[in-house]
C-alpha cells in the first residue's frame, strides 16, 4: 500500500481537559507549564500524570504546528556510543539538507519510555516529523505521532507486521546465512555473543538467525554458549573469556555486531587461541574496525548509510505530500576474510575438507534484494 501524509485534523487535547482530570483549575495547569516551580508538588504531579495520559501538547506549540512548519526532523537513536547511528544519521542529515530539513538528534539508552518522552518534548519543540532506531518501541509513541500528525519511519529493521513505515534489512537472514556458512565448514559447536535483546529487535533478530539456521541443520546452541555483553571491546572481551573457560568450548562464535566480536578477537590472542585455527568468529556490518584486524574480521556490509539516505527521501516525499515505499528491505553482503576456518567433523571428529584459502582482499557474497513497494 502508498501512504499518504496524515492530514493532521485530529481533535486536539486542551488544558481544560487536563485541569479537569487532574481536579484543578486551567490557571493551575499554565502554572504547572510555565512556572512548575510555584506549584505544590503533588498537585504537579497530578497535572503531569494527566498530562501525560491525555497526550497533550500546550495549546499555542499546537497552533504552531497547524499553521506552519518547521522543517526540523527528530533523530532518535539508542546511543551516540555506538558509532553506526551515527554514520546512519549523518547520512540522514546529509540528504534532508540538500532538501533545506535541519536535524535535530536525542538519544533514549535504550529505555523504551525515555525515548516516548524525548519525542513529546520534541513535537512541543515544533519537530515535523521522526527518524527511530529498530522496530521495537512502546505502543503509545505511535499513538503519540498519530494524534499530532507526524511523520515518521522506523530505520535498521523492517516491521514484521508491515503496520509501520521502515527502512532497514533482514537482521535474522544475515546471521542465518553466517552460521550456515560455518555449518557448511564442519562446526557443530557454536557460541554467541550478543548485546542484551531487551528492547533491542536488531540484537533479538540476529540471535533468531543463528539458532534458525542450527536448527535447520539439527544442532542447537547451548544457554552456556550464549553471553550478553554491552557494545564496548572491554565488555565483549570479558564475555569471551566467560566463553573460553567453558569446558567444552565452541569452535565457531557469531557476534551480533563488530564490536562485540572484535572484542572476542581480543580475548582469544590474550588467551593464545588462534583464530581461525582454534575457533572461528563472525561479526555484523563490515566496520573498519574488524577489517582492519589480523586476521581480517569475516562480517556482513549493511546498508548503513543507504538506510540514512532512504529514511530522509521517505520523509520528505511525506512531508511534500508525495506518494512513498514505505517498506523498503536494503540488501546486505557476506564478507568472508582470514578470521574463519574448518571446524572438526560432526561424527569423526577430524578436520572438515578444509575450506578456499583467504584471499588478501575480502570475498563477497551478495544476498538477492529485496525492496517491498507498499501496495
Partial sequence: MVFSRPSGNRTRVAAKDVARLAGVSTATVSRALNSPEQVDPDTLR????????????????????????????????????????ARTTSALQ??????????????????????????????????????????DHDPRLFSLLEDYGRPYVLTWGVDPMRLHPSVGFDNRAATYQLARHLIGLGHRRFGM??????????????????????????LRLEDSHVQYARISLPSAQ?????????????????????????????????????????????GVDNTDLGATQTPGLTSVRTPIIEIGRAA????????????????????????????IGPGPAASTGKPSAPAKPARKSAAVVRPPATRAKAG
Avoid: W
Fill in 193 to 218: 555473543i550478543s548485546a542484551d535483546p531487551t528492547g533491542n529487535d536488531r540484537a533479538r533478530e540476529r540471535g533468531a538467525g543463528v539458532r534458525a539456521a542450527l536448527a535447520d541443520a539439527g
Fill in 94 to 135: 546529509q540528504r534532508l539538507s540538500e532538501h533545506g530539513y535541519s536535524v535535530v538528534l536525542a538519544e533514549h539508552h535504550y529505555e523504551l519510555l525515555d525515548e516516548l518522552q524525548v519525542t513529546r518534548q520534541l513535537i512541543e519543540l515544533g519537530v515535523d516529523a521522526f527518524v527511530f532506531v529498530g522496530v
Fill in 46 to 85: 497530578r497535572v503531569r500524570d494527566a498530562m501525560s495520559k491525555l497526550r497533550y501538547v500546550p495549546h499555542g506549540v499546537a497552533r504552531s504546528l497547524r499553521s506552519r512548519r518547521s522543517k526540523m526532523v527528530g533523530a532518535i537513536v539508542p546511543s551516540f556510543d555506538y558509532a553506526l547511528y
Fill in 312 to 339: 530522509a527521501d521517505q520523509l520528505i516525499d511525506r512531508m511534500e505530500g508525495r506518494a512513498f515505499s514505505a517498506i523498503q528491505s536494503l540488501p546486505f553482503e557476506l564478507v568472508f576474510r582470514g578470521s
Fill in 238 to 282: 570479558q564475555a569471551m573469556e566467560r566463553m573460553l573457560a567453558l569446558s567444552q568450548r565452541p569452535t565457531a562464535v557469531l557476534a551480533t555486531n563488530d564490536v562485540l566480536a572484535v572484542g572476542s578477537m581480543l580475548a582469544c590472542r590474550k588467551a593464545g587461541v588462534r583464530i581461525p585455527e582454534d575457533i572461528s568468529i563472525t
